[in-house]
């Protein structure tokens, strides 16, 4: 699943990285670009006044005036140096020294900028003009060492780049800081959702974006739908068990005419027909009460319920003297409702005490799983049968009373939260082993 929070960081981070570093090179372009410019407008100033200096003589040879030559062209390896050409002669500044540069004749008004490696492999801009004085096409080459130039370059680069990434984490914090308090809203949403499934609320509070809030709102049309529609349900059920509820009763009395007194196995037939269907509408009615409430989810205090219903038990089977151990570990969950927890629990352990001898003990612990463990010290229960305990009036044994649907019900509680039912000879106590693993939320 994509978290929108990591999306909106790594887009804005990955936006601002680009948009920094583009910045960077251009400014570094640009910079670069004038002030090559700039120092080639200097060597082309510096070439006029060369040419300044350049005297003709009758013969056609050339000499240039010392006073119109830079101190710094007379100085070996300097970085700065010229070249003059007229009339196939060639004259160099002293700090070329024997070294050469490549150059080229050009005509009058051509201009022309070259990249080089000159004395000591020094890497040198040359701006070669063509000029014409005293009737004579001049060639002056100009040239001097960008070394300096860029090792600048190379210090600006890296203090602008420091400058960038103390700006880049800067921008990278706020963007981070707009991010989570855009974001918090929709933690509001996600907390009001928590107390929707544990029952504390039954709408979720729409504090989030104006982008979701249509969709909240979508969602609390539908749950008040869904709890309409479902407190309908309940009622129409309600009054139909009510129906039949009075019918059964009328059954009943029925059964009770003088004229039934004849047939004694009739009127037992009736007994037991309203007394199976008054069961099946007491469970149905308790499976629509809880399949109903919108609010499922809340947590259950395991001890205070475990030790109501064991008390309740043991007065039950007060005659039999029955032992109920019970062990529940630290902090252990259970969220649903609190009558589904009564009833599968004493479903089983009501079951539990019906075949035991005299112990029973139930275990309730979270490893990966929520595990409700109910064992006896009864006979047990053939393997074979096992698998056929939780179908819907099976009784392994016809001598003890019931239904034959408390197994059944546990069963289907269980299901309905996502949940394992497993029967096993008990290692413990010997008899039954029943245990129930739910899902952790």
Known sequence: MISLKRQLSWGLAFSLIALLTLQWLVVTYVINNVIENQLAERLERQGESLLAGIEFDTAGRFLV??????????????????????????????????????????????????????????????????????????????????????????????????????????????????????LRPLQQVKESIAKLVTGETSQIINNGPEEISPLIEELNRLLSAVQNKTKRSRESLGNLAHALKTKLTLLNQIAERQEINAQPKIRKDIYATTATISQHIERELKKARLIGDIHPMQRVDLTTEVAQLITTLKQIYIGKDVNIAWEIAPNVPFYGDREDLLEMLGNLLDNACKWCKSNVLLTITKEESIHFIIEDDGPGCAEQSLETLIQRGFRADESKPGSGLGLAIANDIVNSYGGHLIFAESATLGGLRVEIRFPLR
């Open 65 to 182: 005036d010392t006073k119109y030559v830079n101190a710094i062209y007379q100085r070996p390896f300097s970085g700065h140096y010229y070249m003059i050409q007229a009339n196939q002669q060639l004259q160099a500044s002293r700090s070329l020294w024997d070294a050469d540069i490549a150059f080229k004749s050009l005509n009058k008004g051509m201009q022309t900028r070259s990249y080089v490696n000159g004395p000591e492999q020094q890497p040198l801009l040359v701006v070669a003009h063509g000029y014409q004085k005293q009737g004579h096409i001049v060639t002056i080459n100009v040239a001097e060492n960008l070394a300096p130039l860029k090792d600048s370059m190379v210090q600006f680069q890296m203090l602008y780049a420091g400058i960038s990434l103390l700006g880049l984490g800067a921008l990278l914090l706020i963007q981070r800081l707009i991010v989570l308090n855009a």
